[in-house]
């Protein structure tokens, strides 16, 4: 039984931190007010300020120890995490979730944070929250409507997501638990503690700047890995900024996707808004959910 931490109330404390890729303090002054507005207390984390030289926001160590402060902090109601990149990865198996499974808190993120909530959904069955970022506040950022789900899921509203039809959709109805994530970091976690079991969920993927050959290669070891055989569903995503190769691979993204699960007849929907780019809801991941794909419209539904 998935495990679903409480939703915040007017006064609650979200702690923000920044456990992979560096960010400058004053790219997260935009979002600190945001959360003032909604009505949040702030604690920032040390690695918000610290002082990096290197793609890091701090040593690893320093990382973990900032991550670790507020998973423990009870004080601290949930932590949203000011950027991805890359770096969790290098931290995970050295922190302590003793005292964050008996108190859960709604860990905020996507991107490189995929490796935390692929590790919480299937180390210890607790749901998290697939979202925007600290830097998604800045002007030029995601558009307010998906600031605002991001808010509604915070408060604890059901979300029910309705968007256009795709050419490529595969259309039918589906039920399962909500999982999924960048699409580098999910084939990254093969192999670890940390991978992603998929059987009977719905899954979503997004990636930004990958070459095409290599989203190739990675859904080739999802797929070898049996990540796509079993699913209720698949919820594609943005892919953002991919390149081609020189002599070019002949397919986009979206049709390697569909050549890639064409062997399976569960329902596919493509361009969903959860990615780098403008769009990106917020999904509450590891929770029910219902995907109706239909010819007219796709809606994904929280149960």
């Avoid at 991107?111 to 998290?128: E, F, N, P, R």
């Avoid at 070459?211 to 569903?233: C, E, H, P």
Wanted: net charge negative; charged share 25%.
């Amino acid at each position: 039984m998935i495990k679903i931490p409480p939703y915040l109330r007017k006064g609650a404390t979200i702690g923000i931190t920044a456990p992979a890729g560096f960010m400058a303090l004053e790219k997260i002054s935009a979002c600190i007010d945001a959360l003032q507005e909604w009505g949040y207390v702030v604690k920032l984390g040390d690695t918000t300020h610290h002082i990096s030289d290197s793609y890091f926001s701090a040593p690893d160590e320093d990382r973990r120890i900032d991550l670790q402060r507020l998973l423990d902090d009870p004080d601290v109601d949930a932590i949203l995490c000011a950027r991805g990149g890359y770096g969790v990865s290098r931290i995970i198996d050295r922190l302590d979730f003793k005292s964050f499974r008996k108190h859960p808190k709604w860990i905020i993120g996507f991107s490189d944070i995929t490796v935390l909530h692929s590790h919480l959904y299937m180390q210890y069955d607790i749901a998290s929250l697939h979202g925007p970022m600290a830097g998604a506040f800045q002007p030029g950022g995601p558009g307010s409507a998906s600031l605002e789900t991001l808010r509604e899921a915070l408060e604890g509203r059901s979300a029910e997501y309705s968007i256009a039809t795709n050419p490529l959709n595969r259309t039918g109805v589906a039920r399962g638990e909500l999982v999924g994530g960048n699409l580098t970091l999910l084939a990254h976690l093969i192999g670890s503690e940390s991978e992603l079991k998929t059987k009977r969920t719905l899954l979503f993927l997004e990636d930004l700047g990958e070459t095409i050959y290599n989203i190739d290669r990675m859904l080739v070891q999802l797929k070898r890995s049996g990540k796509l055989a079993r699913l209720s569903g698949l919820i594609v995503g943005g892919f953002t900024g991919i390149r081609d190769t020189e002599r070019p691979f002949g397919r986009d993204a979206y049709e390697l996707i569909r050549e890639h699960v064409s062997d399976y007849d569960y329902p596919v929907c493509y361009g969903f808004p959860v990615s780098h780019d403008k769009e990106n809801v917020a999904l509450k991941h590891g929770i029910e959910h219902e995907l109706k794909v239909e010819r007219e419209e796709v809606v994904l539904r929280e149960r």
